[in-house]
């Protein structure tokens, strides 16, 4: 089974992926940026987002329900919103 998560922030493009067996994958403007395996519960991911003026720091954090994964994704202590697609 696989997940992805899509949304936007400051023009970059953000993707989760987030599979059973292959982990889960940070995309930034389609390029990896992160990779873990959380076999269950909670997994983080986290990268530096560039800007034109400085870098901003990007979290995402996914939990694992009984019969749903959420994603969240934060843009120094902001939420951006996602949006499954897949």
Excluded at 65 to 79: N, T
Aim: some cysteine; hydrophobic content about 35%; proline content about 1%.
């Amino acid at each position: 089974m696989k997940t992805i998560w899509k949304g936007i922030y400051s023009g970059n493009s953000i993707e989760v992926h987030n599979t059973w067996f292959r982990g889960e994958k940070l995309y930034i403007n389609k390029e990896l940026q992160d990779i873990t395996y959380g076999w269950f519960g909670q997994s983080k991911l986290e990268c530096e987002l560039p800007n034109r003026s400085s870098k901003t720091n990007l979290r995402v954090k996914l939990i694992s329900g009984f019969w749903k994964i959420k994603c969240y994704v934060f843009a120094d202590g902001r939420e951006i919103k996602m949006k499954e697609i897949k």
